[in-house]
């Protein structure tokens, strides 16, 4: 079956712009995480989705917000973006509520700003 | 807040056993995972601890001690494509909502394997 999907793969933004990044999980799943990564700070937890509420949200600001779809598709978006933003942004989706299992990565989006 | 740590870099030989151990500290912890991640590649499932033990996968195996606050990793027969990153994560259960949880990170152990 098809992996999780992210897109794009590659973007680059300039400072004040603002970003939409999407993710679409593996068909039947209903539960949609994002997270950043970066060499220095490793992977940090953005936001959880499950059919289509927002259950979590880690410690990042107000301009990184996110939603689901009633197809569990998922996007996030940061708006005036910074140059401290440069990451890859990865979802991970499973079949939801619980994460007792295998969590399925995408392949991540990563995202330059200059 | 939660404390997740695990060494930054380790290299073992071909053919050997490594050990990549994992300590945490936190509340409303409710399992802990291993992943792995090759460069430039995503994160692929490898364990999931809930109880006290050790689970063998294979060439791989995890152990878990909820009372210590530990865990560990533990890779025979060292393969060159075992050369990854290791990720540990915690999985917190957040009461602040029904069903809401998180994974926090470790910042990953980077193991190279050498012929």
């Known amino acids: 079956k098809a992996g999780v999907t992210q897109t794009p793969r590659y973007l680059i933004k300039t400072r004040g712009q603002q970003v939409t990044l999407s993710c679409s999980p593996i068909?039947?799943?209903?539960?949609v995480s994002w997270y950043q990564q970066t060499p220095g700070q490793g992977l940090q937890f953005l936001f959880e989705?499950?059919?289509?509420?927002?259950?979590n949200k880690g410690n990042f600001p107000g301009r990184f917000s996110g939603r689901q779809f009633s197809n569990s598709r998922s996007e996030m978006n940061v708006s005036t973006l910074e140059l401290g933003d440069s990451a890859l942004y990865l979802c991970a989706s499973w079949l939801g509520p619980d994460p007792t299992g295998e969590l399925f990565f995408g392949e991540g989006s990563r995202l330059t700003v200059l | 807040g939660q404390n997740i740590d695990q060494p930054t870099e380790m290299t073992a030989t071909e053919g050997a056993i490594v050990q990549i151990n994992c300590t945490y500290q936190t509340s409303g912890f409710n399992g802990l995972f291993w992943y792995q991640q090759h460069a430039g590649e995503a994160p692929t499932f490898l364990s999931y601890?809930?109880?006290?033990g050790l689970e063998e996968k294979g060439r791989f195996s995890s152990f878990l001690s909820r009372s210590k606050g530990y865990s560990y990793l533990l890779l025979k027969e060292l393969q060159m494509k075992d050369s990854a990153s290791y990720l540990c994560?915690?999985?917190?259960?957040?009461?602040?909502?029904?069903?809401?949880?998180?994974?926090?990170f470790g910042k990953g152990t980077k193991l190279s394997v050498i012929p």
């Open positions: 601890n809930v109880l006290d």
């Open positions: 989705y499950f059919s289509e509420t927002q259950r």
């Open positions: 068909s039947g799943h209903r539960s």
């Open positions: 994560a915690v999985r917190v259960d957040n009461y602040s909502g029904a069903g809401s949880y998180q994974l926090t």
